[in-house]
Nanobody, 128 residues
Framework: QVTLVESGGGSVQAGGALTLSCAAS????????LGWFRQFPGTGREGVAG???????????PDSVKGRFTISRSRDNAKTVVNLQINSLKSEDTAIYYC??????????????????WGRGTQVTVAS
């Protein structure tokens, strides 16, 4: 069973930085991907980063946030931890950020529509 738990959200001043963490269990090495999405009030979720969990290194960040958003991964006992570092925060980054899992992804392929498992989300508020 896949479980995803986000942490690290909060209120930050514009121009600052924040790191969100996701502790994931039920993720299989060389088989699955983890990603980060955000949702603004009244809109759908937008994918902002994805990473392959396997021997092959692979991560994706869309052009809209490239240069400010960085995704990375590590292991903590039986859980996979995926971090999203956000630099140079802007007020328009204010959103709920969700960790998500894509079961059965292929290294080097990126499809934000394939993520089907979700955490509960963590609020990020950027004050200008």
């Amino acid at each position: 069973q896949v479980t995803l738990v986000e942490s690290g959200g909060g209120s930050v001043q514009a121009g600052g930085a924040l790191t969100l963490s996701c502790a994931a269990s039920g993720i299989r090495y060389n088989h699955d991907c983890l990603g980060w999405f955000r949702q603004f009030p009244g809109t759908g979720r937008e994918g902002v980063a994805g990473i392959y969990i396997g021997e092959r290194e692979g991560a994706y960040v869309p052009d809209s946030v490239k240069g400010r958003f960085t995704i990375s991964r590590s292991r903590d006992n039986a859980k996979t931890v995926v971090n999203l570092q956000i630099n140079s925060l802007k007020s328009e980054d204010t959103a709920i950020y969700y960790c998500a899992a894509w079961i059965g992804c292929r290294a080097g392929t990126w499809d934000f529509g394939a993520y089907k498992y979700w955490g509960r989300g963590t609020q990020v508020t950027v004050a200008s």
